[in-house]
C-alpha cells in the first residue's frame, strides 16, 4: 500500500465516534522516507482546521527544537495516534487509540524510520510501553523490531513547564546524533 492510499482510507473512516465532530483527518506531514518519525498523542483544534500535525503554538515551539538540531519539518515525518481531534482536546480514549493503531502501524510501515519519537506521554504508553513514565524515562533508546524507539515531552508541557526545555534539548540533541550514527553520518 501506498502513504496516498493510506490517507485516502483514513480520510472515509468512521472506525470510532470522532468522525463526527472532526474538520479535517490530520493524517501526517513530512518527508515520507525520514530516518526519524515523531508520533504525537492526537490533533489539536489548529491542527484539525488545517489537516496538519503539529501546526499550533506547541507545533511552532517543536519547529524550533528541530531547527535548534539541524532538522526541518522538511527532512523528518510527524504523526499522530490518532487521526482526529478529540473534543475540547482531551486525551484520547483507549477505543479511539485502538481504532487507528492499524492506521499508524501501517503508516510506519509505509514510512520505514529508523527511529520512532514519540511525543509524549500518551504515544509512549502505546508505542514503547504501558508502564511508561515520561518524567523518568524521556530520552532513554529502545530497540524493538529493528526499531529505535524514545520519547520526549511533548511540546505542549514545555509551554506549561518550561524547566524541562533543556531536557527537551537534551534528548533532541540526542535523537540527532543518534540518527546520524545509524545512517553513518
Known amino acids: 500500500m501506498e502513504l496516498s492510499e493510506l490517507k485516502q482510507i483514513c480520510d472515509k473512516c468512521q472506525r470510532c465516534q470522532l468522525w463526527q465532530t472532526r474538520t479535517n483527518v490530520v493524517f501526517g506531514d513530512g518527508d515520507p522516507s525520514a530516518d526519524i518519525m515523531f508520533v504525537g498523542e492526537a490533533p489539536g483544534e489548529n491542527e484539525d482546521k488545517t489537516g496538519i500535525p503539529f501546526v499550533?503554538?506547541?507545533?511552532?515551539?517543536?519547529?524550533?527544537?528541530?531547527?535548534?538540531?539541524?532538522?526541518?519539518?522538511?527532512?523528518?515525518?510527524?504523526?499522530?495516534?490518532?487521526?482526529?481531534?478529540?473534543?475540547?482536546?482531551?486525551?484520547?480514549?483507549?477505543?479511539?487509540?485502538?481504532?487507528?493503531?492499524?492506521?499508524?502501524?501501517?503508516?510506519?510501515?509505509?514510512?520505514?524510520?529508523?527511529?520512532?519519537?514519540?511525543?509524549?506521554?500518551?504515544?509512549?504508553?502505546?508505542?514503547?510501553?504501558?508502564?511508561?513514565?515520561?518524567?523518568?524515562?524521556?530520552?532513554?533508546?529502545?530497540?524493538?523490531?529493528?526499531?529505535?524507539?524514545?520519547?520526549v515531552y511533548h511540546p505542549s508541557a514545555l509551554l506549561r513547564d518550561p524547566k524541562k526545555k533543556d531536557d527537551m534539548m537534551a534528548d533532541m540533541l540526542k535523537i540527532k546524533a543518534k540518527a546520524d550514527e545509524l545512517s553513518g553520518k
Open 56 to 151: 499550533g503554538r506547541a507545533g511552532q515551539l517543536f519547529d524550533k527544537y528541530l531547527l535548534a538540531v539541524g532538522l526541518k519539518r522538511s527532512d523528518v515525518y510527524i504523526a499522530n495516534t490518532i487521526k482526529c481531534r478529540p473534543p475540547k482536546n482531551r486525551d484520547p480514549n483507549p477505543e479511539e487509540q485502538a481504532a487507528c493503531l492499524e492506521y499508524l502501524r501501517e503508516q510506519t510501515r509505509i514510512i520505514d524510520p529508523k527511529i520512532i519519537v514519540c511525543l509524549g506521554r500518551i504515544s509512549a504508553y502505546r508505542i514503547i510501553s504501558p508502564d511508561f513514565k515520561i518524567t523518568r524515562d524521556h530520552g532513554v533508546f529502545y530497540e524493538r523490531k529493528g526499531k529505535i524507539l524514545v520519547a
